[in-house]
């Protein structure tokens, strides 16, 4: 049974300064990795996803890694600002099922 | 091309009354995901269904709860006899081609059930 963690359960940090989020997962055997920012109250927006024969993605400000040997993905946001303030979720997808499996999640506080 | 969309978003009900829950995917998304989130918690799969089909109800609650996804219409998240411990969010999501590697679910903005 795949399980998915994510540490930390919250972060703050300043305006401004660099930071990375952590997920790990139990089952190498995944087909994709995405993550997601849920705001307060809000749905799910996909942020980034990895194909299983994929390193890394990049989209603006963030930068998403995959290490499926270790069971691991990184989420890195460049110059935090007062907007990246939610919840993010790391979500992975294993062939054969079409289920995401969800971490709890990390909720960012970005201080101005 | 408008996103999933869901209704209630809010959802207001007593011990032992009905819930449902409507689920419209994506234009041209014929397969829908139903999780549920619950306090402080990650999102759980509770369903997953094609048109007039049920593939994958591991995540459903044995009694109570079932879905639907008919021919016409949106999908339906059924809950009888609501408990306290039934409130959550309920998230629809929706995808064109599941299991392919380069796709994303597409996720509404959900219900958020209270029991009173």
């Known amino acids: 049974k795949q399980e998915v963690t994510q540490i930390p359960a919250a972060l703050s940090v300043p305006e401004g300064e660099n930071l990375v989020l952590n997920c790990s997962f139990t089952d190498s055997a995944i087909y994709n990795l995405q993550w997601f920012r849920q705001d307060p109250g809000k749905g799910l927006t996909s942020l980034l996803l990895?194909?299983?024969?994929?390193r890394e993605q990049t989209s603006g400000r963030l930068n998403a890694s995959l290490d499926k040997s270790s069971g691991r993905s990184t989420l890195y946001i460049a110059a935090s600002q007062p907007g990246d303030s939610a919840t993010y979720l790391c979500a992975v997808g294993a062939f054969g099922n079409e289920k995401l499996t969800f971490g709890t999640g990390t909720r960012l506080t970005i201080i101005p | 091309n408008a996103g999933v969309m869901q209704n209630p978003r809010h959802l207001v009900r007593r011990r032992g009354q009905e819930a449902r829950l409507r689920c419209s995917p994506m234009k041209g998304h014929s397969h829908v995901y139903w999780y549920r989130q619950l306090p402080e918690e990650g999102l759980k799969f509770m369903v997953y269904?094609?048109?007039?089909?049920?593939?994958?109800e591991s995540g459903m609650p044995k009694e109570r709860f079932s879905a639907e996804f008919p021919k016409e219409g949106p999908s339906i998240l059924r809950i009888q006899q609501v408990v306290r411990g039934d409130s959550a969010a309920y998230f629809c999501?929706?995808?064109?081609?599941?299991?392919?590697?380069?796709?994303?679910?597409?996720f509404g903005p959900g219900t958020r059930l209270l029991v009173l």
């Open positions: 269904l094609q048109k007039e089909n049920i593939i994958d």
């Open positions: 990895i194909q299983s024969s994929q």
């Open positions: 999501a929706s995808s064109p081609r599941p299991g392919q590697i380069q796709e994303t679910q597409y």
